[in-house]
């Protein structure tokens, strides 16, 4: 069982930066193995993939944050981080941190969300 805690959230404005961490609980072997994920839910919309760091550290992103998102993860620490600049009221949304274990393919593992507000 892996256990996901979130924080790094607040309001900034806009042209701001922000890093998100996700910290997890568990053994280091296990969150080795495991794909991390940021996704983000903003109000009245539907949860959105934000960024992916697989285990062996190749990432991706959704084309709204390229270039400005950075998804990078510490082993020894058990945590992923995101950080986020040039950040615009679009951004706001809550946050959310997922652990995807083999066999790959789904989230299995949720945080309970952190909140990120841009003001204009």
């Known amino acids: 069982q892996v256990q996901l805690v979130e924080s790094g959230g607040g309001l900034v404005q806009a042209g701001g930066s922000l890093r998100l961490s996700c910290t997890a609980s568990?053994?280091?072997?296990?969150?080795?193995?495991?794909?991390m994920s940021w996704h983000r839910q903003a109000p009245g919309k539907q949860r959105e993939l934000v960024a992916r760091?697989?285990?062996?550290?190749?990432?991706d992103y959704a084309d709204s944050v390229k270039g400005r998102f950075t998804i990078s993860r510490d082993n020894a620490k058990e945590t992923a981080y995101l950080q986020m600049g040039s950040l615009n009221p679009e951004d706001t949304a809550v946050y959310y941190c997922?652990?995807?274990?083999?066999?790959?393919?789904?989230?299995?593992?949720w945080g309970q969300g952190t909140q990120v507000t841009v003001s204009s």
């Open positions: 997922a652990a995807d274990k083999p066999p790959y393919g789904s989230d299995d593992y």
């Open positions: 760091i697989s285990s062996s550290g190749s990432t």
């Open positions: 568990g053994d280091m072997l296990t969150f080795i193995i495991n794909t």
